[in-house]
């Protein structure tokens, strides 16, 4: 009888953590695939759009400020823009700066 316990125990599947992931290489590697499609591809779209945005201003589109400025392009160059805040008052800003930019034709006021 005890021999045939022996032999069952040795033959069960391993089971826990490591029966469940195949391995004690497995969860690192999870993690490693759940760290990139949770925090690091969605930083990349980010950028991307970020930097599509950059390209894309011209002058005359409504443009929000990371402070929170709004304004309408009055200049591009290349690091920086000029937006007009009022009649008469233009102010310079870095590009990375601009947090949202709607078209010419928007009617958002």
Known sequence: MITLFNTLAAA???TG?????GGPYMLPVLLVVMFYF????PQQRQRK???A???ALKNGAKVI?????HGIVHNVKDTTVMVKVAEGTILE??????ASVSS???KAD
Do not use: V
Request: charged residues 20%.
């Open 12 to 14: 069960a599947p391993p």
């Open 17 to 21: 953590l490591q029966g469940f992931f």
């Open 38 to 41: 949770l925090i690091l591809r």
């Open 49 to 51: 759009e970020q930097a």
């Open 53 to 55: 945005r950059m390209a």
């Open 65 to 69: 400020t990371t402070a929170g400025l």
């Open 93 to 98: 800003f870095d590009k990375p700066a601009i």
């Open 104 to 106: 010419k034709e928007s």
